[in-house]
């Protein structure tokens, strides 16, 4: 047999919905499969054309990427799925017009945004420059986010829509301090880094916000069927991710990565050379934003 059998193989395996993905839905999660893959690969080939210690942002960028390939393979196979009862039945058989019926929830696609969205924050944020305690309670925003999107599309009764609230909430924690906060700090930096972090900031939050929207309209409001869920998250992930991937390096062409505080050792540079000490000889290596506070209380000196 021909063509795209993953529907057929993988059918029952995590619970069979009414209302699910269909070989045209498989398709496409295919296709977006093999286009993050591709990203992946072209992002860790770029990173060659760089120092180890200018590489942070390849590999970031990469990860974003290969996480997702791996979540959208999954997708087209039918797997990492549930069927969950929709809350709302509706009179188009497509989207769970059947009393009773159930929709088939992809708890991989929240796994792939646990663990891409705090790697495109930290892309975002490193490039401002922001303090790590900025970034990492950000990052925590983010990941209440994501949770409370997976109990919400995992909800039965009308209860999901507290949980999209608490999740609307954190998002605009992130969105403020991703479009104010890390702003003035990308500004401090010079011309080259405020523009990338304008650039890549503004496009990640104006598609963060649609979010909400394919999550009111599928898992939440069971409004579109399975497969324009498919096409909508696509859509939306394709150009949060590789799109984004491509225009943060591209941005970041000429950025020296200690300009944004990140100060990286390769093991083949030598200790002290173009580096300013302290009589102790002793630097934290990566201050962003902070220093290790600490001051000999009797200058040292030598005598020989």
């Known amino acids: 047999m021909g063509g795209n059998q993953a529907l057929d193989v993988n059918n029952g395996i995590g619970g069979t919905a009414l209302e699910q993905i269909t070989n045209h839905g498989s398709d496409w999660y295919w296709a977006v499969t093999a286009v993050m893959f591709t990203a992946t690969l072209a992002f860790i080939g770029l990173s060659f054309t760089k120092p180890r210690s200018h590489r942070i942002f390849h590999y970031i960028t990469a990860a974003i990427t290969l996480v997702a390939s791996i979540a959208y393979f999954s997708m087209g196979s039918n797997l990492g799925q549930v069927p969950i009862q929709a809350e709302f039945i509706r009179s188009n058989p497509r989207v769970g017009g059947i009393p009773g019926g159930t929709r088939e929830i992809f708890y991989v696609r929240y ?57 609307m909430v954190a998002f605009l924690f992130v969105a403020w301090n991703v479009t104010w906060v890390a702003r003035k700090h990308a500004q401090a930096l010079g011309p080259d880094v405020s523009r990338t972090f304008v650039i890549c900031g503004v496009w990640t939050i104006s598609l963060w916000f649609l979010y909400p929207i394919a999550w009111g309209l599928c898992e939440g409001g069971n409004v579109i069927s399975p497969d324009s869920e498919a096409i909508f998250y696509g859509i939306l992930d394709l150009l949060a991710k ?20 990140l100060h990286i050792r390769d093991y083949d540079d030598v200790p002290g050379v173009g580096e300013k000490h302290h009589s102790n000889g002793v630097t934290n290596g990566h201050t962003n934003g902070a220093t290790n506070g600490v001051t000999p209380a009797v200058p040292i000196t030598q005598t020989v």
């Open 111 to 167: 796994i792939d945004w646990f663990i891409t969205t705090p790697l495109l924050l930290l892309d975002l944020l490193l490039t401002a420059g922001l303090p790590w305690p900025t970034i990492l309670y950000t990052i925590l925003m983010d990941e209440i986010m994501v949770v409370t999107g997976l109990v919400g599309a995992l909800t039965r009764s009308s209860y999901k829509w507290g949980y999209f609230t608490f999740g």
């Open 242 to 261: 590789p799109v984004f991937g491509a225009l943060l390096l591209w941005g970041h062409r000429n950025i020296d990565p200690a300009t944004l505080g």
